[in-house]
């Protein structure tokens, strides 16, 4: 079992950052490949960002690409994602997952473990 809790959400304006951390407990951190997602209301789950085991590979939606780089400290058993230039659209409820595997995934359906959520609100 591997549990994961989320902080670092809130309200921000837009242009503004905010940095989510994910601290996971439970089985060897490094041993998964780590994602993020999010859903606004009315609103399917929705791929954010992607990294695997060693943070060497990782990927983007196209909506975040450049904006919301990811990033873990296995040592911390933690992941991170910085995100910058936020927009109102951003505004979700941001979910952080693991998958038992090396390599990331883009589907939800691929994530074997997930956090609370935490809420992230964008003001324009």
């Known amino acids: 079992q591997v549990q994961l809790v989320e902080s670092g959400g809130g309200l921000v304006q837009a242009g503004g950052s905010l940095r989510l951390s994910c601290a996971a407990s439970g089985r060897t951190f490094g041993n998964y490949a780590m994602g993020w997602f999010r859903q606004a209301p009315g609103k399917e789950r929705e791929f954010v960002a992607a990294?695997?085991?060693?943070?060497?590979?990782?990927y983007y939606a196209d909506s975040v690409k450049g904006r919301f780089p990811i990033s873990r400290d296995n040592t911390k058993n933690t992941v991170y994602l910085q995100m910058n230039s936020l927009k109102f659209e951003d505004t979700a409820v941001y979910y952080c997952?693991?998958?038992?595997?090396?390599?990331?995934?883009?589907?939800?359906?691929?994530?074997?473990?997930w956090g609370q959520g935490t809420q992230v609100t964008v003001s324009s």
């Open positions: 990294s695997s085991w060693s943070g060497g590979t990782t």
């Open positions: 997952a693991a998958r038992m595997s090396t390599m990331p995934a883009l589907s939800p359906g691929s994530y074997d473990y």
